[in-house]
């Protein structure tokens, strides 16, 4: 037995875990009890239990959850469903997925999705899960620190970057004695590439606030439509410019259950792709299918070829540009950030391209479904 | 015509040097605030027609500064325009909540926030007829 004094620096941690086999239920308990019984070991584990997905996320809303051990296969969602939703919910939890030895192929993808780790149920013993409850409570710390180093640094580019822009706006303005057209030209150009880094500053603060779920998100029911309109009407210029055409071709679609301002900044970064890859024509559409709208941006460019188009979505990636010139050139986080939009409201986000006759990018939202029922 | 008074308020002392001279070159006298607590002992005393608010300052935050503004009879017509690096849904609220008449991101482009001190004025001017 442990001394008292030994007894109460133990760290209490609690842990969640959603299954609704009772068998497994009772053999992760055993293991928990096990551990706690072994000398040295550090934690006093307090084990509850949901059979459901949704119990599962009204208990961890009431607080107090450290990590969350779930199954995948649950009887209220399909296929990796639970860990999308255990990630946009609680993006600071830990959780750690338990799959069957006949989905290992699953298990990098569940990391991929945002758990911290994945244990086969076959493979499970007392130390094993011991060891990955660690790994994962420390990996989520790290992934907090990282993110707010993001957020920090990024605040503190954006103040020099306001000095130096406002400085050469004055010497541009005339602030230092007459500027002559050559000079007009270097300083535009520096303006440009100010404005440039002020984007991608930006876009790696939307995404790392999106991914931690610091991002307001605010969802009513919204007409499709005139959003799409009204985003086209940024476009005029560019138009113009490209000379091409953007058309929409939109049937009567019920309301979607999202958040403007969101869909907005994703329609505008699918929009402001097309129009640097289409050749003549950009199509918007969309329809229904199931209980969800599917949008597509469909344009009329090179297209992207099948083994790039998986690499599309993650951060960074650019992929063969055409000669931009001085034109605007995207951060390389665009589609990351419309991935983890779509993401959010429970949507998917794909492209659809042979590599040769034009990109169509697709992605779906949730039918709002608070009124008519 | 006397010539319009401009606060501006920022703990970088750079961006308000740089403010200050394209606020004179467009002919409105500039006055200046390092913290929170400068920026309302110079509002009270000065009354500005408008003020260039950052927000996150030793002493007092913008915010802070904001509601003292908005709370005073004798200073709460004047138009606050908030300067900021954040850009968070959350603090463009907190700006409007706290009664910020524009809130602006940094870095800003210097000829528009020159346009929209010129129809902020320019409403506080016919306001008063």
């Known amino acids: ?373 | 015509m006397t010539k319009k008074k401009i606060l501006v308020v920022d703990d970088e002392r750079e961006i308000v040097t740089n403010l200050c001279m394209a606020l004179e070159m467009k002919g409105y006298e500039a006055l200046t605030a390092f913290d929170g607590q400068e920026a309302l002992d110079v509002a009270r005393k000065e009354m500005p027609d408008l003020v260039l608010l950052d927000i996150v300052m030793p002493k007092l935050n913008g915010y802070q500064v904001c509601r003292e503004l908005k709370k005073s009879e004798t200073t709460k017509s004047i138009p606050i325009l908030m300067l900021t690096a954040k850009t968070q849904e959350s603090d463009v609220f907190w700006g409007k909540e706290t009664g910020a008449d524009e809130y602006i991101k940094k870095p800003f482009d210097l000829a528009d926030l020159l346009e929209r001190i010129g129809v902020f004025l320019e409403k506080k001017e016919q306001n008063k007829k």
């Open chain 1, 1 to 373: 037995m442990f001394p008292l004094e030994q007894h109460l620096v133990k760290k209490i941690v609690c842990v969640l875990y959603i299954e609704d086999n009772p068998n497994d239920y009772f053999l992760v308990k055993r293991h928990l009890t096990q551990l706690m019984r072994e000398e040295g070991e550090i934690e006093y584990f307090n084990l509850e239990h949901s059979d459901r997905v949704s119990n599962g996320l009204d208990r961890i809303a009431k607080g107090g959850i450290d990590i969350v051990l779930t199954d995948i296969s649950l009887p209220d969602t399909s296929g990796l469903e639970v860990i999308t939703r255990l990630r946009n919910h609680f993006p600071m939890l830990p959780f750690i997925a338990l799959t069957n030895a006949y989905d290992k192929s699953l298990g990098i993808e569940v990391i991929r999705q945002g758990a911290q780790d994945y244990i086969l149920k076959e493979e499970l013993t007392a130390p094993v899960l011991g060891h990955s409850i660690r790994c994962a409570i420390e990996r989520k710390k790290l992934e907090k620190m990282k993110n707010e180093f993001v957020s920090t640094v990024s605040h503190e580019l954006l103040t020099p970057l306001t000095i130096m822009k406002v400085g050469l706006e004055n010497l541009s303005m005339g602030a230092a004695g007459p500027i002559m057209p050559k000079q007009k030209e270097i300083l535009s150009s520096v303006f440009r590439n100010i404005d440039r880094l002020a984007r991608i500053i930006r876009d790696i603060l939307d995404l790392s606030r999106l991914e931690f779920g610091q991002t307001m998100i605010n969802r009513v029911g919204m007409q499709l439509t005139p959003l799409i309109q009204q985003v086209m009407t940024g476009f005029h210029k560019k138009e113009e410019e490209k000379n091409i055409i953007i058309e929409e071709n939109m049937s009567n679609l019920p309301d979607v259950f999202a958040d403007q301002n969101l869909i907005i900044q994703v329609l505008n970064n699918l929009l402001s792709n097309a129009c640097h890859f289409a050749r003549t024509k950009i199509t918007i559409s969309a329809q229904t299918v199931g209980h969800m709208v599917c949008v597509y941006v469909i344009d009329d460019g090179p297209g992207i070829a099948p083994e790039d188009q998986k690499k599309l979505f993650n951060k960074f990636v650019q992929i063969d540009r055409p000669e931009g010139g001085q034109g605007y050139k995207g951060t390389g986080l665009g589609l990351a950030i419309c991935r983890e939009i779509i993401s959010q409201h429970e949507g998917k986000i794909w492209i659809e391209s042979d590599g040769c006759n034009g990109s169509q990018f697709c992605f779906t939202l949730p039918i709002d479904l608070s009124k008519g029922i």
